[in-house]
């Protein structure tokens, strides 16, 4: 199983960005796929999650700017940050749990900056 994490960078307040995640060695349409962040001092936190059926969830703080979506065909998986904050400035990074088991794979990570 392998996640290839894209689309971090440095942007100013009330930018957007699009966080790609590139899957591959899953049967990618069957499984949930999520983007965490985490901060230095802070617990890694779910941002938004997808299932195989494109049920959503978000956390309280990114709900209505953020959008999670899933390309099947391309097996990646996006999260639309619009009306970034600095407080978004983390380390994202996407995980898939496989369908019918509680196997978490991860991806390597992808740092957003926000400066404000």
């Known amino acids: 199983v392998q996640l290839q994490a894209s689309g971090g960078g440095s942007v100013q307040a009330g930018q957007s960005l699009r966080l790609s995640c590139a899957a591959s060695g899953i049967i990618f349409s069957r499984d949930y796929m999520g983007w965490y962040r985490h901060t230095p001092g802070k617990q890694r936190e779910l941002v938004a999650g997808i299932t195989s059926g494109g049920n959503t969830i978000y956390a309280d703080s990114v709900m209505g700017r953020f959008t999670i979506s899933r390309d099947n065909a391309k097996n990646t998986v996006y999260l639309q940050m619009n009306s970034l904050k600095s407080e978004d400035t983390a380390v994202y990074y996407c995980?898939?749990?496989?369908?019918?088991?509680?196997?978490?794979?991860w991806g390597q990570g992808t740092e957003v900056t926000v400066s404000s």
């Open positions: 995980k898939t749990t496989l369908w019918g088991t509680q196997n978490d794979y």
